[in-house]
């Protein structure tokens, strides 16, 4: 039987945190999960003879929630926390709580190295994580590991994953009833985000057609990519200088029309995830015109991520993982916020306004050392894609909570 008391928080969207606790009651450690909305009652089910007794729902307010999920892990002798994100208002209180119970806090996200990884890190990721930005230490400790391997692969469909939301969603509003006091951490609402993923899902034809036209502007010139991240993403909201993804936006645009040589195009590309109203066609345009770039500055609406940084000569973004995408093809990255791989030698040491004209490609060696230290201590290979993606996940998680600490960086 084990000796550990594991509370779940909110996890990803689908059956990932559901199928991991199954997985650690099965070996015997006790589970627990609060359910903060219906979405989250639906992706962590009450079935009967589940080894998910210990579910409860929070029916109070914010401001009741960081004294009742203290009192619940006094209650139940919780010595690990887990939950996807460590900046909602919710988890960010109960990470405090933990903390100063001396419980373990485990905090998945998406993964640092893109596709096929996750990340499970202790304490916090990116501005909040734990792993050094010392190039040095990342080659000490790579050194006494040994050489990555293949990589994984893990099946992934997007259909997949939108289902997984679009039924959290649509459970988080039927249940709105039973917890009328819950506040999303996210930016945008419900019934606001379905109606910009409905108007998308009927524009993919127009957006294939504008993808198309705005590519033939570009492909085979010069030109730098900026693909956009999410303005309900607290690695945005928390570890960078701005307030949103516009703001952002405009802050690269000016530098790029001051600095950037003549001939260079910059082409910023739509999240896959976006389903906001939000009309950045229209906004590229606006800033295209007002900075005198219209000839050189792009929007696709589509188009495959990988494929658009890989080609090139340099990325900028504020903090997305998209940033080891190009890394891992050599293109030189510029970060604007906090990032757990902005390690000197690894991204563009200058500010933007340099980066146009003379981009700094990452160390080769160095690079390499910082992605096995990472698959080592902090990475997970799997996806929520796929119930095969979500099997990788379980077990690499599952064995990654209940291992040692790792060792120190000596």
Same mark, same amino acid.
């Given at each position: ?29 006790? #589970?627990?999960?609060?359910? &903060?909305? $219906?979405?989250? %009652?639906?992706?962590?089910? *009450?079935?009967?003879? +589940?080894?998910? /007794? ?5 029916r ?17 002798? #919780?010595?690990?926390l887990? &939950?996807? $994100?460590?900046? %909602?208002?919710?988890?960010? *209180?109960?990470?405090? +709580?933990?903390? /100063? ?20 890190e202790r304490?916090? #990721? ?7 930005r ?9 050194a ?9 692969f ?40 379905a109606?910009?993923?409905?108007l ?33 993403d ?6 960078a ?16 029309a ?8 910059l ?13 950045w066609a ?33 990325v ?42 003379a ?7 160095l ?44």
């Amino acid at each position: 039987m084990g000796d550990r008391s594991f509370l779940f928080l909110q996890g990803p969207h689908g059956a990932f945190f559901f199928r991991l606790g199954q997985a650690l009651a099965g070996e015997g450690h006790a #589970v627990h999960r609060v359910n &903060l909305n $219906g979405g989250d %009652r639906h992706d962590w089910p *009450a079935r009967e003879g +589940a080894n998910n /007794a210990a579910t409860t729902d929070h029916r109070g307010t914010l401001s009741d929630w960081p004294d009742a999920v203290d009192a619940l892990m006094a209650e139940r002798g #919780v010595t690990d926390l887990v &939950l996807f $994100g460590d900046c %909602r208002p919710y988890h960010a *209180a109960a990470h405090r +709580a933990a903390t /100063a119970r001396g419980a373990r806090v485990h905090v998945v996200e998406e993964g640092y190295i893109r596709p096929d990884y996750m990340t499970v890190e202790r304490d916090g #990721v990116n501005g909040h994580s734990r792993l050094p930005r010392d190039p040095d230490a990342y080659r000490r400790a790579a050194a006494r590991l040994p050489p990555e391997g293949e990589p994984p692969f893990v099946p992934s469909s997007f259909d997949y994953r939108a289902r997984q939301t679009f039924r959290h969603g649509l459970a988080a509003l039927a249940g709105r009833w039973r917890f009328p006091h819950y506040r999303g951490h996210r930016t945008v609402a419900a019934p606001a985000e379905a109606l910009g993923w409905a108007l998308r899902w009927l524009g993919r034809g127009i957006a294939r057609r504008r993808t198309e036209q705005a590519s033939a502007k570009f492909v085979g010139r010069p030109y730098f990519a900026l693909p956009l991240q999410l303005d309900t993403d607290y690695q945005l909201r928390v570890h960078a200088p701005f307030n949103t993804v516009e703001e952002a936006l405009a802050h690269a645009v000016a530098s790029f029309a001051a600095h950037a040589p003549a001939d260079t195009h910059l082409v910023v590309k739509r999240h896959p995830l976006d389903g906001s109203l939000t009309n950045w066609a229209t906004i590229v345009a606006h800033l295209g015109r007002d900075h005198g770039v219209a000839d050189r500055l792009h929007y696709l609406p589509g188009r495959d991520t990988s494929w658009l940084v890989s080609e090139a000569r340099g990325v900028v973004t504020v903090n997305s993982t998209v940033g080891t995408l190009a890394l891992n093809a050599g293109v030189p990255v510029c970060v604007l916020g906090e990032a757990v791989y902005a390690v000197p030698g690894i991204v563009h040491p200058g500010p933007l306004d340099g980066f146009w004209a003379a981009p700094q490609a990452p160390d080769p060696d160095l690079y390499q050392a910082f992605r096995r230290v990472l698959l080592d201590r902090v990475l997970v290979a799997g996806g929520y894609g796929s119930d095969e993606g979500i099997a990788m996940l379980v077990d690499g998680t599952r064995d990654r909570l209940l291992r040692p600490e790792d060792p120190a960086w000596d």
